[in-house]
C-alpha cells in the first residue's frame, strides 16, 4: 500500500468512527511529519459546541503543540474531505506543505455543510454580504498596528 | 458615547494589552449578546503557537461555550481589525448577526499580516495553488457521509 493511501484511510477511520462516537460531522484528518503521524483531528462541534473544531483545525492544533510551533512548513495533511474556507486559511497560516484530500466540497453540501456559501460570500464586497460587515473607529484601532511596528522579535520558533 | 463604540474600543483595548503582554499579534474582540459583552478574544499565537488562535477564533470559542452552542445568531462581533480569510469562515459557521471591524486588511497587510495573499488563493483552482492539494481515495471517503445522512438529532442546541 502506498503511504500516502494509509494515512488517508486513517484520516477516513477517524471521519467515521469519531461521527458514530457523537462527536461530531464525518470528517477527519491527520498530519504527519518525517513519515510519522504527529495529530489525529476530527469534527468536534457537537461535543465541544466550538464551531471552530472542523478536523483540520483541530489537527492543526495538535499539530502546532507538538511541534512547539505554529508553522508546520515540512508538515503534510490528510484530509476526509477537501477544507473549508476557515480550515484553508488555517492551512495557509500554519503553512503546511501539501494537502490530500478524499470528498470535495461538493459532496460536503450534499450532505448539509455548504461552505460553497461561505466561499461565495468570500467573494462579495463587505456591503453586499449577508453578514453585514460595518467599519468603526480606524483612528483608534491603527494605534496597536503602530505599536506592533515597533517591536522587535515577533517570531515564536 | 455609543454602544457600539464603546464595544469597539474595548477590542481595541484588547488587541493593544495583549500584544504588549506577549500572546500574539496586535488583535482583540469581543462578542456581544444582548447589549452584554460575553466573550473576550486576543490573538494568542505566540502564547499557544497554535496559528488558529486569532482573536475572533479565540472570541467566538469562548461564546460558544458561554452560550453553549455552536451557533451565535443572536451575537455582535467587534474586531480591531476585518477578519482574515479563516476567522470569516468561523464567523459565517458560528452565524453571527453582525460584525464591526477597525483596521482594514488592506491596514493588517501593510504590517506583515498578509491575509490578502490568501484571499487570492481562495479564488484560485485547487491545481494553481501555492500549497498543492491532491484528490485521494474518494471513494473511500465517502462511506462516512453516507453514514452521516442515516444519522438522527445532528444538531445541538
Chains 1, 2 share one sequence.
Not at 64 to 84: F, V, W
Not at 102 to 122: C, L, M, P, S, W
Request: hydrophobic share 35%.
Amino acid at each position: 500500500m502506498e503511504k500516502t493511501d494509509f494515512f488517508m484511510l486513517e484520516a477516513i477511520r477517524l471521519s467515521l468512527t469519531k461521527m458514530k462516537e457523537g462527536y461530531g460531522g464525518p470528517f477527519g484528518a491527520v498530519i504527519v511529519y518525517q513519515g510519522e503521524i504527529i495529530a489525529r483531528g476530527f469534527n468536534r462541534v457537537l461535543e465541544t459546541n466550538d464551531p471552530t473544531t472542523h478536523a483540520e483545525v483541530d489537527a492543526i492544533r495538535k499539530a502546532s503543540e507538538a511541534m512547539g510551533c505554529s508553522e508546520l512548513t515540512e508538515c503534510e495533511l490528510y484530509t476526509s474531505c477537501e477544507p473549508c474556507p476557515m480550515c484553508l486559511g488555517a492551512i495557509y497560516w500554519a503553512k503546511l506543505k501539501k494537502v490530500y484530500y478524499g470528498n470535495t466540497h461538493q459532496d460536503a453540501a450534499a450532505i448539509g455543510f455548504d461552505d460553497a456559501f461561505i466561499y461565495k460570500e468570500i467573494e462579495r464586497p463587505l456591503s453586499q454580504r449577508h453578514i453585514p460587515m460595518l467599519q468603526l473607529l480606524p483612528e483608534e484601532a491603527k494605534v496597536a498596528f503602530e505599536e506592533w511596528q515597533k517591536q522587535e522579535n515577533k517570531t515564536n520558533c
